[in-house]
């Protein structure tokens, strides 16, 4: 018995792998398949970009809510300093009378 013939098992192996790789060939020059590749990667790429732009806006709206809230409370505080000020002030410039 010589081992120069493959099994069954393995020849069967070898075919699906030979099958495969005519497929696989077959696919990478198929013009509707490229097609659809660069299609999906549109897609891809346009969903990205608004998921970008949405994050962007989403932030920007936080930053500017943010500083108006920084602005008011600042607003707050110089009020209340200039009252204190003002109550500081008034009993010093009444004059004697």
């Known amino acids: 018995m010589t081992d120069d013939k493959p099994s069954r098992k393995e020849r069967a192996r070898q075919l699906r792998r030979e099958a495969y790789q005519r497929a696989k060939e077959r696919q990478a020059t198929d013009p509707k398949y490229l097609a659809m590749k660069e299609a999906a990667k549109q897609h891809r790429h346009e969903v990205y970009q608004a998921a970008k732009k949405r994050?962007?806006?989403?932030?920007?709206e936080q930053k500017r809510e943010r500083k108006?809230?920084?602005?008011g409370e600042r607003a707050a505080k110089r009020a209340a300093a200039s009252r204190e000020l003002t109550k500081m002030v008034k009993p010093a410039t009444k004059k004697p009378g």
């Open 55 to 60: 994050k962007k806006a989403a932030t920007a």
């Open 68 to 71: 108006q809230k920084d602005e």
